[in-house]
């Protein structure tokens, strides 16, 4: 069945960058785009992005435009997010989903001095 | 952006009654593009309806979805105790989505 198993929980200071791993299985990855989706406590979800796997055509929500690399890597079927310049404000959880269906555990990112 | 609004933003019902929750686009979807999605604590939303009108494969039949254009409506004919969560519409337009506030159902 389809699976897309997120990395670990992570730590950091504000100015500081994450990378989120999403190891997927079960389907031709690049056959279909990642998306990546936040959700901040108590919040909405919040969309950042997506990236064509096939094409590794990236498409970026405005507000992160200038701090967020998404990035895929074909031979371990395995989309990453990348975002940098942390404040407290880019605490939540990320997600990613192969649209529309199938989700990620989630992973939650915490910024904090 | 095509902002999407919810309403209400809190649905007091009890098991068995119906529930009807709205998503008001300031845009027209073009194709309806909209979901719904059901999200539980600590939990990944889970999809519900794409396309405005279709369920995601398992989910029961008493989860609806209906309109198109603007104004879109899920509703919910009778509800079970398990369906007590946060529901968010979302349109996804091509390579680009936004989100409601979402509309929490609470006993």
């Known amino acids: 069945q389809v699976r897309l198993v997120q990395s670990g929980a992570e730590v950091k200071r504000p100015g500081a960058s994450v990378k989120v791993s999403c190891k997927t299985s079960g389907y031709n990855f690049t056959r279909y785009s990642i998306t990546w989706v936040r959700q901040a406590p108590g919040d909405r979800l919040e969309w950042l992005g997506w990236?064509?796997?096939?094409?590794?055509?990236?498409k970026y929500s405005q507000k992160f435009q200038d701090r967020i690399t998404l990035s895929s890597d074909t031979s371990t079927t395995t989309a990453y997010l990348e975002l940098r310049s942390l404040t407290s404000e880019d605490t939540a959880v990320y997600y990613c989903?192969?649209?529309?269906?199938?989700w990620g555990q989630g992973t939650l990112v915490s910024v904090s001095s | 952006e095509n902002v999407l609004t919810q309403s209400p933003d809190i649905l007091s019902l009890s098991p068995g009654e119906r529930a009807t929750l709205s998503c008001r686009a300031s845009r027209g979807l073009n194709s309806n593009l909209l979901a719904w999605y059901q999200q539980k604590p600590g939990q990944a939303p889970r999809l519900l309806i794409s396309?405005?009108?279709t369920r995601a494969p398992g989910i029961p039949d008493r989860f609806r979805g209906s309109g198109s254009g603007t104004d879109f409506t899920l509703t919910i004919s009778s509800l079970e105790p398990e369906d007590f969560a946060v529901y968010y519409c979302l349109q996804y337009n091509i390579a680009l989505w936004t989100f409601g506030q979402g509309t929490k159902v609470e006993i």
């Open positions: 990236i064509n796997t096939s094409e590794l055509k990236t």
């Open positions: 396309g405005a009108v």
């Open positions: 989903a192969r649209p529309l269906a199938d």
